[in-house]
């Protein structure tokens, strides 16, 4: 049986910005998310990442540079000696009343299904509140870092009852502690 870790990407792989992440050029790793993303994949784990891009429907860029952000994304990860297995996008705006822009689960439920995963036995790390809303309708186990958004949402939201880290490195050894 697979282990799954479920990251949001902005905010939490790689910097985030209130501009939107509109090409590789801008697509910048937050320093030691990389290694510990190949903690996870030396360890057994499979990563795969969910993340909302409505910068598609708002025209800031298109899904072929998309592909090509999540190319250097998967190459830094794969230099740093780990691996991402997959991406699942929401590529839509706020207003498009899409099932699969978090705070709702359908990119959760998406992943399930391809994967056939129990999603209560994986964790789901990621820096703003909606991403911790869509762990939690999916039946995930969200943990927030304080990088990216992560401070905002943790000063916003002060009594959050879930595992709170300042790091993807720090979330992720508490991930090995507890597996172990
Ligand atoms: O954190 P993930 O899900 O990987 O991606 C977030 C990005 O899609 C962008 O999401 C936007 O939110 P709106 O989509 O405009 O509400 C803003 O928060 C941007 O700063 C951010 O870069
Ligand atoms: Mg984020
Ligand atoms: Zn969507």
Same mark, same amino acid.
Not at 2 to 9: E, M, N, P
Not at 92 to 112: I, Q, S, V
């Given at each position: +049986?697979?282990?799954?870790?479920?990251?949001?990407?902005?905010?939490?792989?790689?910097?985030?910005?209130?501009?939107?992440?509109?090409? !590789?050029?801008?697509?910048? !790793?937050? !320093? %030691?998310?990389?290694?510990a993303i190949a903690?996870l994949?030396?360890? %057994?784990? &499979?990563t795969?990442?969910?993340?909302?891009?409505?910068?598609?429907?708002? /025209?800031?860029?298109?899904?072929?540079?998309?592909?090509?952000?999540?190319?250097? +994304?998967?190459?830094?990860v794969?230099?740093? /000696?780990g &691996?991402?297995?997959?991406? #699942?996008?929401?590529?839509?705006?706020?207003?498009?009343?899409?099932?699969?822009?978090? !705070?709702?689960?359908?990119? #959760?439920?998406?992943?399930?299904?391809?994967?056939?995963?129990?999603?209560?036995?994986?964790?789901?790390?990621?820096?703003? #509140? &909606?991403?911790?809303?869509?762990?939690? $309708?999916?039946?995930?186990?969200?943990?927030?870092?304080?990088? %990216?958004?992560?401070?905002?949402?943790?000063?916003?939201?002060?009594?959050?009852?879930?595992?709170?880290?300042?790091?993807?490195?720090? $979330?992720?050894?508490?991930?090995?502690?507890?597996?172990?």
């Amino acid at each position: +049986m697979s282990k799954f870790v479920i990251l949001d990407r902005d905010g939490v792989i790689n910097e985030d910005s209130d501009a939107y992440i509109k090409s !590789p050029d801008e697509w910048l !790793p937050i !320093p %030691g998310s990389l290694e510990a993303i190949a903690l996870l994949t030396q360890q %057994g784990y &499979r990563t795969v990442v969910l993340t909302n891009q409505s910068g598609i429907a708002r /025209g800031l860029f298109d899904l072929s540079t998309l592909d090509r952000i999540h190319d250097k +994304m998967r190459a830094a990860v794969e230099a740093t /000696g780990g &691996r991402i297995d997959d991406v #699942f996008v929401c590529p839509h705006g706020p207003e498009d009343g899409c099932a699969c822009r978090k !705070p709702k689960p359908g990119l #959760f439920h998406a992943f399930a299904e391809k994967y056939k995963v129990d999603l209560k036995t994986v964790p789901a790390i990621g820096d703003s #509140f &909606r991403d911790i809303q869509a762990a939690q $309708a999916a039946g995930a186990q969200p943990i927030l870092v304080e990088t %990216g958004k992560g401070a905002r949402t943790l000063a916003r939201y002060p009594n959050l009852d879930i595992p709170i880290f300042p790091t993807l490195y720090a $979330a992720v050894q508490y991930i090995l502690f507890e597996a172990r």
